[in-house]
């Protein structure tokens, strides 16, 4: 069976996919499986997988080296400080960020006054891209060059697992197998770690719209959550406009489709809003306890010019006839043009999209 219920509650549906059928199943299997991951994402736009082919192990130790990595002084993040959209790299403080689904960039920069994510990250993109190095540790202590060595491997671990789901997608949409390949072989993606700090719940009572991460689709094709496995927050909207706990599973990782696939299917795939907010807890809670999570955000390479996929539309009608919704967009810009509208303190850009 390919497919149970992860989450089921307001109309809102995920599906819990064994995801070894497509992996290492026959041809009917991984037919099953690919048509299973793009019902989840046409339905919901959120699918949990399986038997992924990356180790309970391994991701522990990626946590582990991760908590290390935010344990340590300001003073040595700051050394590491995100800068700029097109380079979309390093460390990023608590008040530097508001996600939201607003575009409009003056707007942006008043709810980041206002409320803030109560978050910091760490951004790292592709090695090799000339002018746009990764701001890595490894100059501060050993801790740091293992730090560095262990996320360079685990960024194209989770490459390799983007290849592999679009390619389920692809056999799902009844294209080529690898129709998507050279879209993503690039690996033009971003991992991102996050640590979201204790809280008083006093925070989150008098706040105005505080959240760990404010409501907002994801803006690239797809995108690889590993939750920590002890505190949830994540949040998925339903049909019904309710937020839905989609909490951590042992032995499974959150897939999401983002606004870029969707825009590329036609909008016959879902971006789904979703947040992360304080834990499930019980009343007499005073301190709400940290959460990390790690995000592999997967994006068409960077160069490519992404429109329609085809069996999507119907040639020569117009979108309310069953035609192309969208004109075609350059990959690069098109995130460029996106992070730009999140992150405080950064040049802004005019959107045309």
Excluded at 131 to 158: I, S
Excluded at 186 to 206: C, I, M, T, W
Excluded at 255 to 274: K, M, P
Aim: net charge negative; aromatic share 10%; hydrophobic share 35%.
């Amino acid at each position: 069976m390919a497919a149970e219920t992860a989450v089921s509650k307001d109309g809102l549906s995920l599906p819990l996919i064994d995801f070894a059928g497509y992996l290492h199943g026959d041809e009917q299997q991984k037919l099953a499986v690919s048509k299973a991951m793009l019902d989840g994402f046409r339905n919901a736009g959120f699918v949990y997988i399986k038997n992924y082919d990356i180790s309970d192990e391994t991701v522990a130790n990626i946590f582990a080296h991760s908590a290390k990595f935010f344990a340590r002084p300001a003073a040595q993040k700051d050394q590491l400080a995100w800068t700029t959209p097109q380079a979309n790299r390093g460390y990023a403080a608590p008040g530097r960020e508001k996600t939201s689904r607003i575009e409009d960039a003056d707007k942006v920069d008043t709810l980041i006054a206002e409320s803030p994510d109560l978050k910091e990250t760490f951004e790292i993109g592709r090695e090799g891209v000339p002018g746009l190095p990764n701001n890595w540790p490894d100059k501060f202590d050993a801790d740091g060059a293992q730090f560095t060595a262990t996320m360079r491997e685990f960024f194209l671990t989770c490459r390799d697992l983007h290849m592999k789901v679009m390619r389920s997608i692809a056999l799902g949409m009844g294209l080529d197998e690898a129709f998507f390949d050279s879209y993503t072989d690039g690996g033009d993606n971003n991992l991102r770690l996050l640590h979201y700090p204790a809280q008083h719940k006093s925070v989150f009572e008098k706040g105005k719209n505080a959240v760990r991460t404010g409501r907002h689709t994801d803006y690239g094709s797809i995108t690889l959550l590993f939750q920590d496995g002890k505190n949830g927050g994540l949040q998925v909207k339903s049909p019904q406009g309710t937020f839905i706990d989609a909490p951590p599973i042992p032995g499974t990782i959150v897939i999401n489709s983002g606004d870029l696939l969707a825009r590329w299917a036609n909008d016959t795939i879902r971006s789904t809003e979703h947040q992360v907010v304080e834990p499930p807890h019980a009343d007499d809670v005073e301190v709400y306890p940290p959460r990390y999570s790690i995000a592999y955000f997967c994006n068409p390479n960077h160069d490519k010019f992404i429109e329609a996929i085809p069996g999507t539309f119907v040639e020569g009608k117009s979108a309310e006839e069953g035609g192309k919704k969208y004109p075609g967009v350059n990959s690069g810009e098109y995130l460029v043009q996106r992070l730009a509208a999140t992150f405080k303190g950064v040049p802004r850009y005019q959107t045309a999209y």
